[in-house]
């Protein structure tokens, strides 16, 4: 158990809606981290969140957003969702937000659209 | 743009039969290396960070070493319980914190 947690661990929906994903981080990590896991492209960075801030953005698509909030927990917002948007979403939690630092990763949510 | 190409892609090895995964990369400067295991839709466990060349690092039957162009994980007397998928990253100086992931290689350790 990384400490990092995510919900739900499985969400199904249909084309054009729009879903939540939630993460916490580990006790005392200021950074989070969200990745896309799909078949054809492996683990992808879509964006982190350094006490509430964005700090980089990978290859996230317009549809997607995020925020971090007070209380460090993350939200990753999905919309107008498409076929191919189906993969596994995950969260990472560091300590730092510009040094060195090991990313924990959480179980993951599995978002399957139809 | 950093890449970060893993070999073999699957890898069938016998109870007790030792071998070596490999993790070639090209960044702009190395800021660190990540080895993390992943078992079937669950999230990366972590393994090793390494930061420069000439750096080895062990845990149990895993041995994680770093040049200037690549990584081994090295696997010493596998156990079934060692099947997994095994990932490569790096993280470069000046890609902030995020980590480039390779393919992974998967094993399959028989009994």
């Known amino acids: 158990d990384s400490g990092v947690t995510q919900t739900p661990k499985h969400l199904i929906t249909a084309t054009g809606q729009r879903v939540t994903l939630r993460c916490s981080p580990r006790s005392g990590d200021l950074s989070v981290y969200w990745y896309q896991q799909s078949l054809d492209q492996g683990l992808q960075f879509l964006i982190q969140y350094y006490n509430g801030e964005e700090r980089a953005k990978g290859n996230i698509l317009e549809r997607f957003s995020a925020q971090q909030f007070p209380d460090l927990h993350s939200e990753l917002n999905l919309s107008s969702l498409e076929l191919g948007d189906s993969a596994l979403y995950f969260c990472a939690s560091s300590k730092e937000g510009t040094g060195y630092g090991t990313q924990y990763f959480g179980p993951g949510t599995r978002l399957t659209v139809l | ?111």
């Not at chain 2, 992943?38 to 845990?59: V, W």
């Not at chain 2, 200037?68 to 000046?94: G, M, N, R, W």
């Open chain 2, 1 to 111: 743009e950093d890449q970060v190409t893993q070999s073999p892609e699957a890898l069938r090895l016998q109870e007790g039969e030792s071998s070596s995964l490999n993790c070639s990369y090209t960044v702009s400067g190395l800021r660190g290396l990540f080895w993390y295991r992943q078992d079937p839709g669950k999230g990366p466990e972590f393994l090793f960070t390494l930061y420069s060349a000439g750096e080895e690092k062990e845990k149990e039957r895993l041995k994680a070493t770093l040049t200037k162009k690549e990584s081994f994980l090295h696997i010493t007397a596998p156990k079934p319980e060692d099947s997994a998928t095994y990932l490569c990253a790096v993280q470069a100086s000046a890609a902030g914190n995020k980590l480039t992931f390779g393919g992974g290689t998967r094993v399959l350790v028989k009994p």
